[in-house]
């Protein structure tokens, strides 16, 4: 399995970025994936997560600003980053756990100016 984001960037206050998370070795429709990230000092956090079914959840700090999307034909899943706040500056990682092990990208920076 080898998971690829890309996307990030430097962005200012209020900007918008895309993420991507690009898999392969892995079919993504069959399962739960997530958008993880972690900013200087600090522990790796969870920002959003989808399900096979489509079902989706936010961290509290990224509701209503952020939606986590996914194309099965591309085997690719999405973060649309909205109002970025210079809180939200951090190296995001995309995670998708299978029964046998857990998968991390290498990771994409995302950097906020205010």
């Known amino acids: 399995v080898q998971l690829v984001e890309s996307g990030g960037g430097l962005v200012q206050e209020g900007g918008c970025l895309r993420l991507?998370?690009?898999?392969?070795?892995?079919?993504?429709?069959?399962?739960?994936m997530a958008w993880y990230r972690q900013g200087p000092g600090k522990q790796r956090e969870l920002v959003a997560g989808?399900?096979?079914?489509?079902?989706?959840n936010y961290a509290d700090s990224v509701k209503g600003r952020f939606t986590i999307s996914r194309d099965g034909a591309k085997n690719t899943v999405y973060l649309q980053m909205n109002s970025l706040k210079p809180e939200d500056a951090a190296v995001y990682y995309c995670?998708?756990?299978?029964?046998?092990?857990?998968?991390w990208g290498q990771g994409t920076q995302v950097t906020v100016s205010s």
């Open positions: 989808i399900i096979s079914g489509g079902r989706t």
């Open positions: 991507s998370c690009a898999a392969s070795g892995i079919i993504f429709s069959f399962n739960a």
């Open positions: 995670y998708v756990p299978t029964p046998t092990d857990h998968h």
